[in-house]
């Protein structure tokens, strides 16, 4: 059997790519580029039923929004930030769900973080969804069609400024589905470009690229030592 064929077995069977790999014993960036081809091949024939889709409340804070899109903040008043977390499931056998986590700076940096995808059954997606939600708030049950608009939406505002999606981002991209770009989304903290330094962050990175593009003037910042 070849190794594409091993994998989409295993996959089939709920196995994440780092549980694949060990199975197989090979290095986990030999099986990532195998799991998004089986995952393109899915999409190709068209995309998996939606089993769910959730964002954090407060999401919405500082951000301009459409209000003829109906997308409602349950707690617009959360303190999130501008640290945006999506989860989207989208069905992958009868009792398995394609399960991916989405982590977005929606006032500067766009995505900073993907968790998955991963293949899980109802009760693990439960228990990962608490755990991803655990420093927020609350979440609420969200259209995929906001969630497609706030992470994709924020990389394309990111690019702008001169910023990359995080390199996890890229296997999970498909569950979000077709994006035509245009969001009904105002990113920027009140419509302006706002940088507050993560603990991961490269800060002086971010600042050098912030200058090549806008003068001091045209964005904010808040850094450490700053």
Not at 23 to 34: E, G, I, M, N, Q
Not at 156 to 178: N, Q, S
Request: proline share 5%; aromatic share 10%; with cysteine.
């Amino acid at each position: 059997m070849e190794l594409k064929d091993q994998v989409r077995e295993l996959r089939l069977q709920g196995k994440s790519p780092k549980e694949i790999a060990r199975a197989l014993k090979v290095s986990p960036s030999v099986v990532a580029p195998l799991v998004r081809a089986i995952a393109a091949e899915t999409v190709e024939t068209g995309e998996a039923e939606v089993a769910g889709c959730w964002i954090n409340t407060g999401w919405s804070e500082g951000l301009g929004v459409d209000p003829a899109r109906g997308w409602v903040d349950e707690a617009p008043d959360s303190g999130v930030g501008g640290m945006v977390s999506v989860l989207v499931a989208r069905r992958h056998t009868w009792d398995r769900l394609s399960v991916c986590g989405y982590l977005a700076d929606v006032y500067c940096l766009g995505i900073k973080n993907a968790i998955g995808p991963d293949v899980l059954n109802d009760r693990d997606l439960v228990r990962f969804r608490e755990y991803f939600f655990g420093e927020y708030a609350g979440w609420q049950e969200a259209p995929i069609e906001l969630a497609r608009h706030l992470v994709l939406g924020s990389i394309d505002y990111a690019r702008t400024l001169g910023f990359e999606p995080h390199d996890d981002f890229a296997p999970g991209a498909d569950l979000l589905g077709k994006w035509e770009g245009g969001s009904a989304i105002t990113f920027g903290r009140d419509g302006k470009p706002f940088y507050m330094e993560g603990p991961s962050d490269d800060a002086a990175k971010v600042m050098r690229t912030l200058r090549r593009t806008l003068s001091d003037s045209e964005f904010d910042y808040l850094t450490v030592g700053r």
